[in-house]
């Protein structure tokens, strides 16, 4: 009798599941309830519709004859069951990521040579789903007034990462407004670009002079713009600016199987051209790991910012502004680079 109730059990949660065709499983997970959606997504859960709910009252109460069988546990345990599982997601505030199928992920920071003992300045965060992701560069000014530029970078990028994980925001200029909301009690400031990759839509928010390539069959397709107010003096947000995230640039594009995704901080846009980027990925097998892109992206920024008498972007563009090049050299700072796949 016991095994016959929980067959009938099994056949009640059947009719849940096959009634909401965006879950693919119903299990409980230290006594909780967890939906497992068939694709990546944030997981908000379908409850049962007025049709389904009716269909579960029925299977409740099947016909007089096989009533005698049912034991009457299994009756409460169903009740439940179905009543923990739809009050569950609407009380708890956690959700449950899976990572996109399509994206193949990897990082690397390389820090100021004369800030190796703290890790640098800059910071970044590839949400649990990895279709989130964002760089973060501590503006280095505020250590002239005791300040540590790390600080500012750190709690933004860590906020941001809990606006995706904990609380399912999606949009990249929600996530750096909740990111900016919450570190107003720390001092400092700091640029920012965050991503968002949802199927094949690429979006992003771009605010200072960190930044994103997207590159398609070697050849760069997209490119955010560097924000500033002069020279070397980016758009920043956080303590005594008046830069807010809603200064960001948004954009948009489409993406194909084979792009390359290239965000960084200004270390590696201010010592590497597209072309050299291009040119590092070109080398490299097409099996590694997105973890050894960016560690060889970064070697190179890195490699180029310790050379003398060498061109590079930052020259070019401080030739632009003040008319000569004021610095020949390359241009040594925090390099983070974040590599992402779309296959």
């Known amino acids: 009798m016991l095994s016959h109730s929980f067959d009938w059990l099994t056949n009640i949660t059947n009719t ?10 119903l299990h409980i997970w230290k006594d909780r309830p967890i939906v497992q959606p068939k694709q990546h997504s944030k997981i908000l859960p379908n409850f049962p519709s007025p049709s389904t709910s009716k269909t579960l009252f029925k299977s409740l109460f ?11 546990l299994a009756v409460v345990f169903s009740f439940i069951s179905i009543f923990y599982a739809s009050i569950w997601p609407r009380t708890h505030k956690r959700y449950y990521l899976v990572p996109h199928k399509n994206l193949q992920v ?6 100021h040579d004369d800030k190796l003992d703290k890790g640098g300045e800059d910071a970044w965060f590839i949400s649990n ?13 505020w250590s002239t007034v005791g300040v540590d530029p790390r600080d500012y970078s750190i709690s933004l990028s860590h906020h941001c990462k809990v606006a995706v994980d904990e609380k399912a925001l999606i949009h990249p200029l929600q996530v750096l407004r909740y990111g900016y909301d919450s570190s107003e009690s720390i001092v400092g400031s700091s640029t920012a670009c965050i991503i968002n990759i949802s ?24 490119a955010s713009t560097a924000q500033q107010h002069r020279f070397n003096m980016p758009y920043q947000i956080g303590s005594q600016s008046d830069d807010k995230p809603e200064m960001a640039v948004i954009q948009q594009f489409t993406l194909e199987a084979g792009d390359y995704i290239i965000l960084g901080t200004d270390g590696l846009f201010d010592n590497l051209y597209d072309e050299d980027i291009i040119r590092v990925i070109e080398n490299l097998p097409e099996w590694v790991s997105m973890k ?5 992206i970064a070697e190179k920024a890195y490699e180029v910012s310790k050379l003398n008498e060498v061109k590079i972007p930052f020259n070019e563009m401080a030739k632009i502004y003040y008319g000569m090049s004021f610095w020949d050299n390359g241009k040594q700072d925090d390099i983070t680079v974040v590599v992402v796949r779309y296959t």
């Not at 990897?106 to 820090?111: A, N, Q, W």
């Not at 789903?129 to 000014?141: C, I, N, R, S, W």
């Not at 050894?292 to 060889?296: K, Y």
């Open 199 to 222: 199927g094949n839509q690429f979006l992003s928010a771009n605010l200072g002079d960190s930044g994103f390539r997207i590159i398609r069959r070697n050849q760069v397709i997209l």
């Open 292 to 296: 050894t892109v960016a560690a060889a």
């Open 62 to 72: 099947p016909p007089k004859a096989e009533l005698s069988s049912i034991n009457p």
């Open 16 to 25: 849940y599941l096959s009634s909401n065709p965006s879950v693919h499983s």
């Open 129 to 141: 789903d990895l279709q989130t992701l964002g760089v973060f560069d501590g503006v280095g000014g």
């Open 106 to 111: 990897g990082s690397h920071l390389i820090p």
